[in-house]
């Protein structure tokens, strides 16, 4: 598991959903084409996306820190 910090662009509707459109991490900017589930932790509101070469993301905002970060990564993607 990684914990990454990284910029994100993402759509705040006025009833509170909130779309990822894309992150930059590791220097990178990261188009969202799908969007998984989406839940409540301790540690924040997570999200489960797919990036437009069909990697899966979970993400996760801390909206009181108005941080976001990567909670997990394919494993291609993690540091060794």
Not at 37 to 60: K, N, S, Y
């Amino acid at each position: 598991m990684t914990m990454d910090a990284l910029e994100v662009e993402a759509r705040f509707s006025a009833e509170g959903k909130i779309t990822v459109l894309s992150f930059t991490w590791r220097g990178q900017r990261t188009p969202v084409v799908g969007e998984g589930r989406q839940w409540l932790a301790e540690d924040g509101r997570h999200f489960g996306v797919m990036t437009i070469d069909e990697c899966p993301f979970e993400l996760a905002f801390m909206p009181e820190r108005g941080l976001w970060r990567v909670v997990r990564a394919p494993a291609s993607e993690r540091l060794a």
